[in-house]
């Protein structure tokens, strides 16, 4: 009987959570897969194809897995995880930095590594505001939790 008034305890509080995850992930799909693919697969170079789906995937994992751990420390270390996997992506693709294209008798050379150093920057201050909101959750939890009281 214990086992099946914790697995009730269990359920309320996670089918929401699955349900939200979910419907996050169906949202994030269509609007970083199938929407660019839809519309914009004819701009997209295939030499950075892969770079767009590795993106898509590990932003849409990354979100699914944090709204499941939404109120306990997993939040905020998988947010900070995410921080230091997206700093790590983006000096990967901006290696070389400069992203060439020909359109017809039109040759374009943009030019992106100051770009990819602001995303690098913002991921850098993302993982450091995750690992102080970490930091914030356990205090505030260690203050709740009251230490019993020893008399002299």
Request: no cysteine; aromatic share 18%; glycine share 4%.
């Amino acid at each position: 009987m214990d086992n099946r008034i914790k697995w009730k305890a269990f359920s309320k509080k996670m089918i929401p959570k699955i349900l939200k995850a979910s419907l996050s992930v169906v949202i994030l799909y269509f609007l970083l897969f199938y929407f660019p693919t839809l519309v914009m697969s004819s701009f997209i170079t295939s030499e950075y194809k892969p770079f767009i789906d590795t993106f898509a995937a590990i932003a849409i994992f990354f979100v699914f897995i944090t709204q499941l751990a939404s109120g306990t420390i997993f939040q905020y270390m998988f947010g900070a995880a995410r921080a230091l996997f997206f700093m790590i992506f983006f000096m990967q693709v901006s290696n070389s930095g400069a992203i060439t294209g020909n359109f017809e008798a039109i040759s374009i050379l943009v030019d992106l590594r100051v770009f990819f150093a602001m995303l690098i920057a913002i991921e850098l201050l993302e993982f450091g505001k995750n690992l102080f909101e970490a930091v914030n959750f356990l205090s505030e939890k260690v203050e709740t939790f009251r230490l019993p009281v020893m008399k002299h």
